[in-house]
């Protein structure tokens, strides 16, 4: 098995994701401070990430391959701290969806090979989805907590749809 690539990704995933965690007290005394409403794009950040917390979270216990065992626990450290950044504006996470739910539950019942690439499929799906809410708020003025977390999610969200694609193909 041939995870070199894989091994530079996530070294390189974790060079990043150090940088943010250095970022994270400015992101946090900036949201503090911000104080405002919660926006379209607060609701569907505060829908995807904690479904990806929750499922990676499954996904450290329940992996069959330590490629997807390792990528989940980076996701849920990952997840978790973005969660923080934006509750810490006092924005809720809305309830989740009947087809997160549905997909959750699909994850529970899975075991196995199955449940690897239904965990992989399901990442990717949502790392698409939540670099489509991050994109467009990215590079946005003023620069205030979610200007500044989408910019620093969207290098992290091309990083870890490169990590899930090579994981993809390695357990295919």
Known sequence: MNTGKLHLTRRNA??????SLLATPALVSSALADNHDTSDYTTKTLTISPFSLAISDMAMHKASNEMVRDFAHL??????AVSKVI???GATPPPRPAD????????D????????????STEITGHEDLLAVQTPEAGRDPIGVEVATAAILVPFIHTHLTMLAEIRKQIS
Do not use: M, P, V
């Not at 974790?14 to 940088?19: A, H, V």
């Not at 997160?100 to 994850?107: E, G, S």
């Not at 019942?109 to 992989?120: K, M, R």
């Open 14 to 19: 974790l060079i990043g994701i150090s940088g």
């Open 75 to 80: 996701e849920y450290s990952e997840q978790a």
């Open 87 to 89: 509750e810490s504006t």
């Open 100 to 107: 997160l739910d549905d997909i959750y539950n699909q994850l």
């Open 109 to 120: 019942a899975a075991t196995g090979s199955e449940f690897d690439q239904l965990y992989i």
